[in-house]
């Protein structure tokens, strides 16, 4: 049905319903006849922080815009007497019959669809109705989004997103909104909701939709051409979608952006009313220290204001005019609020990778990044070159330390009293949360970090280390036997303390070996590496930092003259050696000469 | 099924301690008595300072000054038997309802009965900061937005505790240096932190994190570091009458009020407790509280105080970073402002 022809453009009745006041404080539309081609109605729904309400009603009604006024019927009569009062007034602002509303109920709709119909009752001329709350702030003078709709009369600027394929929720439902049944409130009977929900999807439950109506979400703040909204008001099965609606999901989100893709002839998806929402679905509170920001989007309504945020509400509405008018109509862009609000809502969600902190404690394999950044761990490479972290130091970009997990003092680079960031030197606090001692030193340090490894030292992170991306872990294995080669320890400790390690090492090869491993790892046993010791070693470098030239001097190598004649020993007093890999036999044969 | 009956046994005992706390607290209200009782004019919205003090006449002007400025409409505060003048002071403040008790801070759960007693009698409703004098809370967006906001935004995600990390600042030259001022801010002297210095692992009886370090694990604490004092701290909660700190502000009952972190790797919001306690008034407080041995665990952190100060009298090192504000804090991983932006 037609109702656009029976809205002859009358400006001169218009204006006379409109405050003199509000008139002059209206330059762009007493100077630009396309504008007085829109007479806008605001249907505002509100529920508490009436006297804000009251001062939202006003700047709209001075605008030029006529206002109906929904007031939640939970709303303490005190305060809407107050408000009725501080309104009064006004002629172009009226209040209409009160219902009891609930968060992500059908009431919503039916709130809005009472106020509407006696909104476009009472001031049948009216050519486009925006829906707000009380909370909702125009940024810009209500002159200017006249203009702005004057620019396109004919379209809905109502954000409606197919169900099927977008993801508008965040994290909510999608198409299930629609197929399955919701009877009861998701706020107050949270389990019983979510019962309900299993329930159904075990049963394959679907409900059939009405015919000819395709779902569409969006924000609940739109503003529709009369005729549209007449036309959803009017519609012939109206009862048959509001039977439908009832039983969906957050109602007031579907109902008129499914509607107005039946009735509209053309839709603007958007919203102009800035609002985003939080991970958990409640809407973001603008605060004074946001002004810059709302007034560079040009939106021309945002919501939702804190209700104690003064420097907003005396700030706006303000133009984003220059003076000459031509700047009235522009185009509203909220990408750079809206990037602050996605940013907050990833912290939110993902955090800062490698922080563990009083409100963010991941639990294991939770942790969105274990480390905030690459680490390199070169394990047994310090047994066989005595002076391997200041060679290592000198060749790559990095800051290389001792043996940060060893069981003295923490081997910070250079053995500074205190380490970086003032993490403290002692064992005993590393112990006490090794895997935040080693996070914190990486987030707090700007270069990469490198450390010594060896059985000997803390084995708590190894799970930890070969789990995480960031980590590159070089490994020479059985490389602890060099130190205790040169021992003077008798060679029945000297056993013990060789069967212990071999242990640990053995332990660790199970994590190296898992199938959960995320970590760049490189192992030799220490049979390879002395293979070529040259070319092991700059392939652990490079690994370490791909950047790296290790050159042609290798760091001084402890003597290993013997070892396959100590291996043996070892071997004879009943220690298999399992890390070390095949030494003696090929010591025997190709190389006795270098070695023995 | 026999891991659910632990369970509920577990917990049948949690509510048990509660339920003692609360008990205790109200039987010791007879320990304090009122000196100027103006509760009557806290409105049903106003926010809360609830504070036990002893000395630190130095120190007020400046401490009701911040959180006057933050936003605290009304301040509750348990004078235990002061003698610097302190008491008159605080009197005449005409957003001060002071109490006054001679009885022993230590057997009280260190003022904590007597605390508990008025955030039952006065809390319930309210957000309730509970702080000492020498803290001050730093919280995200605090240069732009009064406490207020961050409550309501608070109650409006349905979060009813907030915790803020207690962060040990110091100077950068020997503690009694620079003499500190009575009203000056304390923050100009005792300029510096630790940055990344801190260890945390989780209770699992009362679900709470359990945060230690800072400078004072690496220098008083340098031989025993995890004798050293607990920094997690949830000061501000919306009170319930049968909410009770557990001990000191570290932790309350129920538990779910100390689950202030996310374990799925995101950031809740959190704030620092800035420590103005090492600061020159500082040797003196240490001579005379070993004198009264009313503090925890024997006094053992003033005593590992004032042996540390007889050697090293300096919390600075090479490491420590100076403070700026809050998002410093924030960059650093200190506290987060979750998704409040």
Known sequence: ?596 | MIARIRAALKQLRRRAERQRLLARAIRRRRQITIVRDRTGGIGPRDLLVFTTLRNEAARLPYFLDYYRKIGIDHFLIVDNASTDGGSDFLAQQPDVSLWRTQASYKAARFGMDWLGWLLFRHGHGHWCLTVDPDEFLVYPHCDARPLRALTDWLESSGTRSFPAMLLDMYPDDALDAKPYAPGEDPFSIARWFDPANYTIRKNRTYDNLWIQGGPRSRTFFADDPLAGPALNKIPLVKWNRRYAYVSSTHMLLPRGLNRTYDEEGGEMASGCLLHAKFLSTFGAKATEELDRRQHYANSREYRAYQAGLMGRSRLWCAQSQEYRDWHQLEDLGLMSRGHWA
């Open chain 1, 1 to 596: 049905m037609n109702v656009r022809g029976t809205l002859a453009p009358d400006a001169a009745t218009w204006n006379a319903r409109v405050p003199a006041a509000a008139r002059n404080h209206n330059p762009v539309a007493n100077n630009s006849g396309a504008s007085d081609a829109v007479r806008l109605g605001v249907v505002m729904l509100c529920h508490a922080a009436l006297d804000l309400a009251a001062r939202m009603a006003r700047i709209w009604a001075s605008g030029g815009a006529v206002v109906m006024i929904h007031v939640d019927s939970k709303a303490s009569k005190n305060d809407v007497a107050k408000m009725r009062s501080a309104l009064a007034d006004l002629d172009t602002v009226r209040f209409s019959h009160r219902i009891a509303c609930t968060w992500g109920d059908m009431s919503l709709v039916h709130a809005t669809q009472n106020a509407a119909r006696q909104l476009l009752d009472e001031w049948p001329d009216t050519t486009h109705v925006y829906l707000a709350s009380g909370a909702c702030l125009p940024l810009r003078p209500v002159s200017e989004l006249r203009a702005y709709l004057a620019q396109d009369p004919t379209a809905d600027h109502i954000e409606s997103v197919d169900a099927r394929e977008g993801r508008w929720t965040a994290g909510g439902f999608d198409m299930e909104r629609f197929l399955l049944w919701f009877p009861v409130d998701w706020r107050r009977r949270r389990i019983l909701f979510d019962r309900l929900v299993q329930v159904q999807r075990r049963l394959r439950i679907r409900r059939r939709l009405p015919a000819g109506l395709s779902p569409h979400l969006g924000s609940q703040w739109w503003c529709l051409t009369a005729s549209t909204l007449r036309a959803i008001l009017d519609d012939p099965r109206r009862s048959t979608f509001e039977a439908f609606f009832r039983f969906s999901w957050i109602p007031d989100e579907s109902y008129f952006q499914s509607l107005a893709r039946i009735h509209s002839i053309r839709i603007e998806n958007h919203s102009l009313t800035l609002a985003k929402f939080d991970p958990f679905g409640r809407p973001y509170l603008l605060y004074d220290d946001h002004l810059q920001l709302l007034a560079e989007s040009r939106c021309f309504v945002a919501r939702k204001i804190w209700a104690d945020a003064r420097g907003l509400y005396a700030h706006f509405p303000a133009t984003t005019d220059a003076g000459d008018g031509r700047d009235a109509a522009t185009q509203p862009d909220s990408s750079l609020m809206a990037s602050v609000f996605d940013r907050a809502v990833a912290r939110r969600r993902l955090g800062r990778p490698g922080l563990y902190m009083q409100s963010r404690f991941p639990a294991k394999d939770r942790e969105n990044g274990k480390t905030s950044a690459p680490y390199a761990v070169f394990q047994g490479f310090s047994d066989l070159f005595p002076q391997f972290e200041d060679w290592l130091a000198t060749r790559i970009d990095a800051d290389v330390h001792g043996h940060l997990l060893g069981p003295g003092e923490v081997e910070f680079s250079g053995r500074p009293e205190v380490g970086p960031g003032a993490l403290s030197t002692h064992p005993v606090l590393r112990d006490h949360d090794p895997q935040g001692f080693l996070s914190a030193l990486i987030r707090i340090t700007r270069r990469m970090q490198a450390f010594q490894f060896s059985p000997r030292d803390n084995q708590a992170l190894n799970w930890f280390i070969v789990t995480d991306p960031n980590a590159r872990l070089m490994v020479v294995t059985g490389a602890w036997v060099v130190p205790l080669l040169q021992s003077d320890m008798p060679f029945d400790d000297i056993r013990r303390v060789a069967a212990q390690l071999q242990r640990i090492e053995l332990d660790q090869q199970t994590a190296l070996r898992s199938v959960w491993v995320k970590a760049q790892v490189r192992s030799w046993d220490l049979s390879e590496f002395l293979d070529d010791p040259e070319r092991a070693l700059k392939t652990a470098v490079q690994m370490a930092d791909p950047r790296a030239e290790p050159g042609e001097d290798l760091p001084v190598m402890r003597d290993v003259a013997g070892l396959p004649d100590f291996l043996r020993r070892l071997r004879n007093a009943g220690l298999h050696q399992r890390v070390t890999g095949l030494f003696h036999e090929r010591s025997d044969s190709s190389k006795g000469g270098g070695l023995g």
